[in-house]
């Protein structure tokens, strides 16, 4: 099964990281949801922070992880909160298993197909050779050409821990990615529609939901309302927490 953390008592509040991400990016989230009344679990997806590593690497197979989860823990009726490619795992839950989910948060995913676009955060990270024993300080020095962004580069850091005395590691499956990359982009099947409210939320200054693309979202998703996130990017839970937290709450509640 896949490796969680679970806060608070109430209803269960499922919340699923993006690409590359893991359930320590979300704790700070999950104390303010469980103060609302929400049993929290941080999933962490497989082939990401502290599950299992496998092949097997797609939205079904990561779509069945979930449901497995839910059903090792007694989860008969969840909501759940998507970052990215976590949103695109629970749009494809939500809309296989409908009667298991009352209500769904897509944080700045569409629907649709994306083209490959990670190229230089996976060089980045295929430059790291860890045979040699690189240092944090060094990993990040060799992650600068590639990922000049700050808070990107922070953001994969977090997946750095000790494999053993003195051997840093990534903690993703980075060779699974490298082979399978274009996995992350895939679109959710054209017949899969889930009718109960589910909000998307995107950043103002992210281009991956469109306007033009809320016609999909609405063949997919006809309960759905939309909030923008005024002067934020992709990360815009990172960006601004207090107010992705404001409207999360609120639709939840």
Not at 27 to 36: G, H, I, R, V, W
């Amino acid at each position: 099964m896949i490796y969680s953390r679970i806060e608070g008592q109430g209803k269960p509040l499922l919340i699923i990281h993006g690409f590359l991400g893991m359930s320590d990016n979300w704790k700070s989230f999950a104390s303010l949801y469980a103060a609302e009344g929400f049993q929290v679990h941080l999933l962490d997806l497989r082939n990401h922070g502290k599950s299992f590593h496998s092949h097997e690497f797609s939205y079904d197979i990561m779509s069945q992880d979930v449901l497995e989860y839910c059903q090792g823990n007694h989860l008969e009726k969840v909501s759940m909160i998507g970052h990215s490619m976590g949103g695109k795992v629970a749009m494809l839950f939500a809309t296989t298993y409908p009667q298991m989910v009352d209500k769904l948060i897509v944080a700045d995913i569409g629907p649709k197909y994306y083209p490959p676009h990670h190229q230089d955060i996976l060089a980045g990270l295929n430059a790291v050779d860890f045979s040699v024993k690189p240092s944090r300080t060094e990993v990040e020095e060799i992650l600068f050409p590639y990922i000049p962004d700050f808070g990107t580069r922070q953001f994969l850091m977090k997946n750095l821990y000790w494999k053993e005395p003195g051997q840093l590691d990534f903690r993703f499956n980075l060779k699974v990615f490298n082979e399978q990359i274009d996995v992350i982009g895939t679109d959710l099947p054209k017949e899969n529609i889930f009718d109960h409210p589910t909000l998307f939320i995107r950043g103002g200054n992210s281009n991956y939901i469109l306007d033009t693309d809320l016609p999909e979202i609405q063949q997919h998703f006809p309960n759905y309302q939309l909030i923008t996130i005024p002067n934020v990017g992709h990360w815009l839970h990172a960006e601004n927490p207090k107010l992705f937290f404001e409207e999360t709450a609120r639709f939840l509640k």
